[in-house]
């Protein structure tokens, strides 16, 4: 039996299937940079990017080299003593962090550090409700679920958390309209990923920063994937110079070596640790293999000045995928994004799921979005060059021509 088979037999016979269908019923060998091979040898150009957790790529060296260093001291935490990377880490997040946001906790995931954000948000204001909006994403465990309002994943987990209110992304009066005496907090990511990768209306988060200030509801910004320069500022709020009292972090945190998040809170709001210091915690969050990536990591975007060079590329990749639309209309209705977190939508998501399967087989690795099939996602490690991003276009011009012959008749 071969190794895609025991997959499909023993962990997620969909995925599987949906695999084989695009060409990606290989195995993964090795990476380096912006580039993976797989075990039959062939290499791919990586513009999913564990969607949006490579922002440095693969085994970026320094990154690497911490992890190999913290494994050599100390690889887990005893929990009773104090671990210096996490420590150490908690404090250049809260400088780097928007204005008062100066307490971290730590977690593996960016859906439990949005657990840990509804679970504070409560704790705080002791209400329950929640405000969310449509296309959100917030992750799959049942609390991340609830504010996630997708019903192909909400259905067979019901009932969910009750007192989640839904609204139109990018619409700051239905937040102030659906605002209640037990609402806790409006949670929204600054630009949607799984949504589609749609970009709000310019003012929109100070509005809704407003909005929340003034009715006494906390702001949690989900800036797990907008974070650590994917659009082309450190903190996607920045745009708008928006100051939440939560923020998640997490994939790109980990330098893409180590699994880790953090969610970031002003100091009051986490003041229920003084008198219950373990009323939420978790045995590997904030482990010393990931704090030393995650300080690293941290010090690479900034010598590197990533953020700067997603604007940059990312322009670069807008102004290209513009004329490749130009060539396709009747395919690619729409091209969107700021930075490297970047969209196309189709017109319909079977053309969508052609394209990533053509993109594929000509060495290009994309995904379409989970909330949004009809959109594929292009988000690069911050450090692809031009030339990689013209290799793409390239191969996206062929695809759309393939999938053009293989509609033929049928559009």
Known sequence: MTLFELYERHINPGLAGLLRFTGLDKVESHAE??????????RYLDFLGLYGT?????????VVAAVKAQLERMPMSVRVLISEPTTRLAARLAELAPRGLSMVYFGNSGAEGVEAALKFARFYTGKPGFITTEGGYHGKTLGALSVTPREPYQQPARPLLPGVTVVPFGDAKAIEEAIGPDTAAVIV???????????????????????TQEK????????????????????????????????????????GVMPISATLCRPEILSIYKSEPLIHSSTFGGNPLAAAAA????????EEN???????????LLAGLAQVQRAY???????????????????????????????????????????????????????????????????????????????EGVL
């Open 306 to 316: 990533l953020p700067q060079r997603a604007l940059e590329q990312g322009q670069y």
């Open 329 to 407: 209309p009747e395919f690619i209705q729409e091209v969107r994004g700021r930075g490297l977190m970047v969209g196309l939508e189709f017109s319909d998501a079977d053309i969508g799921a052609v394209v990533v399967a053509e993109l594929a087989s000509r060495g290009v690795l994309t995904a379409f979005g989970l909330n949004n099939p009809k959109v594929v996602r292009l988000e690069p490690p911050l450090i692809v060059e031009k030339s990689h991003i013209d290799q793409a276009l390239e191969a996206l011009s062929e695809a759309l021509k393939a999938t053009q012959l293989a509609f």
């Open 189 to 211: 990511e600054p630009i949607q990923g799984e949504g589609g990768i749609r970009v709000p209306p310019e003012g929109y988060l100070r509005e809704v920063r407003r909005i």
């Open 216 to 255: 006494g509801v906390l702001l949690i910004a989900d800036e797990v994937q907008t974070g650590l320069g994917r659009t082309g500022r450190f903190w996607a709020v920045d745009w708008e110079g928006v100051e939440p009292d939560i923020l998640v972090s997490a994939k790109a945190l980990g330098g």
């Open 54 to 62: 490579l922002s440095l790529g693969h085994r970026h060296p320094r």
């Open 295 to 302: 300080l690293v990591a941290l010090q690479v975007i900034e």
């Open 33 to 42: 940079g912006v580039y993976v091979w797989d075990t039959e040898g062939k």
